[in-house]
Nanobody, 125 residues
Framework: QLQASGGGLVQAGGSLRLSCTPSDGTYSNYALGWFRQAPGKEREFVAAISWSGARSRNTDSVEGRFIITRDNAKNTVYLQMNDLKPEDTAVYYC????????????????????WGQGTLVTVSS
């Protein structure tokens, strides 16, 4: 299972760092993605990173504000969220899948096999 943490309440313009780590085992050869679901909306892609950590992608709305990184030695993937906006308010989920190629990045929700329980991020205006 995956454990996502780091959510909370922050004012607009503030920052948060989310973490995702397996509760057991390791996913050093897994690609990982972050998704979010705002109230009344569909879940959407936010950011993804390859197994190697060398490649990543962000959705356009967070480009320049969110940074996804990973520390395979700590089995942890981070989502650094800066300059947060009220529209970033959502439950954030991390998801992983085994990656055959170390630099593959996956942005589609149905590409992922395992999902965390989500962590709530609330941005006040």
């Amino acid at each position: 299972q995956l454990q996502a943490s780091g959510g909370g309440l922050v004012q607009a313009g503030g920052s948060l760092r989310l973490s995702c780590t397996p509760s057991d085992g390791t996913y050093s050869n897994y690609a990982l993605g972050w998704f979010r679901q705002a109230p009344g909306k569909e879940r959407e892609f936010v950011a993804a990173i390859s197994w190697s950590g060398a490649r990543s992608r962000n959705t356009d709305s967070v480009e320049g504000r969110f940074i996804i990184t990973r520390d395979n030695a700590k089995n942890t993937v981070y989502l650094q969220m800066n300059d947060l906006k009220p529209e970033d308010t959502a439950v954030y989920y991390c998801a992983v899948r085994e990656a055959v190629h170390r630099d593959n990045v996956f942005t589609a929700e149905n590409s992922y096999y395992y999902w965390g329980q989500g962590t709530l991020v609330t941005v006040s205006s």
